[in-house]
């Protein structure tokens, strides 16, 4: 998700590849604001939340971004939602910080409720989507820059 918060694409089929890297970016970003915010009015059993690593939590990172994205892309409707932009490289960038930032904020309240075993499990993942993150706001730096 974090690479994708700043891909570019360019030449024949860069309008289909990048519908699709932005779909499969807003989808996981959905996701995993789910993951912290918790079931909704179903849970399937094998599901897994925030909540089961931390009892009582729940974090909402997308905001009202999470209707306009299961609007855009996660669910088919007769209105969709055209008012928020992921076209725009730095609102897709925001979007992957927000979730980012969410998880942080995730692992570091496991670490201090004394599950840093579990806050453990975590930290590679999200360093490594960091790093992803960085390369990705870089890369969308550079290309806006030259074009």
Known sequence: MAAMSGAQTVGPGADLAATALLEAFLTH?????????????????????????????RQCVLGPDFQAI?????????????IADWDVHQRRLDT?????????????????????ATAGWFKP?????????N???????????HT
């Open 29 to 57: 970003a959905r996701t995993l604001d789910s993951f912290l915010y918790g079931p909704g009015r179903s849970r399937w059993e094998h599901d897994v939340y925030a909540e089961d690593y931390l009892n009582g939590w």
């Open 70 to 82: 299961s609007q855009r892309v996660m669910h088919l409707m007769c209105e969709r939602d055209n």
């Open 96 to 116: 992957g910080k927000a979730v980012l930032d969410g998880f942080d904020t995730f692992v570091t309240a496991l670490d201090t409720s004394g599950n840093a």
């Open 125 to 133: 993942a999200i360093a490594a989507a960091w790093n992803e993150y």
């Open 135 to 145: 390369l990705s706001a870089e890369n969308a730096y550079m290309f806006e820059r």
